[in-house]
Structures are given as C-alpha cells and as structure tokens.
C-alpha cells in the first residue's frame, strides 16, 4: 500500500500538468521532466538510488511546482487564450500541488522533530559493507543517554585476527558522514571496536 501511495504521489505532478498543458511541444517538455523526477524520486523511495527520502520528497514537491509554472508561462507565449475551463483546472491545479507541498512541509517538520528526539537507532544499511572472508554473525540495537545505536559482531572465516578484520573493513578510525540534505542535519558515525574476544561494528548518529 505505502509503495502505490508513494508512486502516486510521484506522478502526480505529471498528471496535473496534463490537465492544463496548452501547447504540445512544452507540453511534452515539461510532461517529460515531470515524469523523469517521479521516476528519480520512486527510485529513492524504493531505495534503488542512496539519497533521504524527506529530503527529496521536499525537494521534489518545491521544484515540481516551479516547473509548471514555467511551463505555463512559456504557454502564455504561444497561447494567450485563457478559456474559463482552462482557467478553472489551474485553479484546481494550484490547489492541488499547494496542498501537496504544505501536507510534506507538515510531514518533514514532523520528522524532523521525531529524529532530534534520538530515540531511533541508524538503519543497517548505514553499517558498512562486508568483503569476502568476513560474515556477520548477529545485529541488534541497543540505547543509552547518548541516544541509540546499530551494532553488529562480525568474525572471519578465513582465521584473520581482530586486529586484522578491522583493518579490512578500513575502519582502524571512526568515519562519520552527513545523513540528509535538509530536514535531517545529522551525521551517521561508523566504526570498529575490538572487545577482546570478537568484533564489533556499529552505525550510531551524531548530532
């Protein structure tokens, strides 16, 4: 269900576009450039291409606006007759993609004020990648006054010492890099800790 509503909230733009396009080659331009960022945007929500979701759902719904209206006023300079139905479908459009982008502002703040609250440990793909020799023998989350953090105990098949795995994964230093664009200013921090008798390697946020 969430993959529909997040589809149709990609293409919605193009649709209303649709409704008010006058002209066919801006039309088309226009419709075409609508549809390449609804295919971008569902390939961030279905986690195709790395980017924060909240951030390219805002992003999105800011410049799917000004691309219409643009392409309306490049219209208006081809066709300056504004027929009462015509007039009437781009109040409704307007309408529409003011509602949408005012239901994500609310969402994205939202969000935002869930994330400061540090209550969520990183998801596991921000816990690196691991290559060949090495396997994750379990993950788990845990929280503390410092806020919650991913961690996962990874050994070796190949008789590698601690030392050596965690030279491998090349996480001898703690790395951090920024989580989001705009709504989420959080780093995301990676490393490596040698316990004494396994390691471990954790995904924690850094505010």
């Known amino acids: 269900m969430l993959i529909v509503l997040g589809i149709l909230f990609a293409v919605a733009p193009a649709v209303v576009w649709m409704t008010i396009a006058r002209t066919r080659p801006v039309g088309f331009a226009i419709g075409g450039a609508l549809l390449a960022g609804a295919g971008l945007l569902t390939s961030v929500q279905q986690g195709w291409i790395d980017a924060p979701g909240p951030d390219a759902h805002l992003l999105f719904t800011v410049l799917a606006p000004l691309l219409i209206a643009c392409g309306a006023g490049l219209e208006g300079r081809h066709e300056n007759s504004s027929t009462p139905k015509w007039t009437s479908r781009r109040n409704g459009a307007i309408g529409f993609l003011g509602t949408q982008f005012a239901l994500t502002l609310v969402v994205g703040l939202l969000y935002a004020l869930l994330i400061s609250e ?64 705009l709504l989420d200013w959080r780093d995301v921090c990676v490393g490596a800790r040698d316990n004494g008798q396994n390691v471990t390697v954790y995904a924690s946020w850094r505010y």
């Open 118 to 181: 540090g209550s969520e440990a990183p998801p596991s793909k921000a816990l690196p990648s691991l290559p060949p020799g090495i396997s994750m023998v379990d993950e788990g989350t845990s929280c503390g006054s410092g806020g919650c953090w991913r961690a996962a105990t990874v050994t070796s098949g190949e008789g590698l010492s601690r030392p050596d795995i965690i030279r491998e994964l090349g996480l001898q230093q703690e790395s951090c890099r920024a989580s989001g664009w």
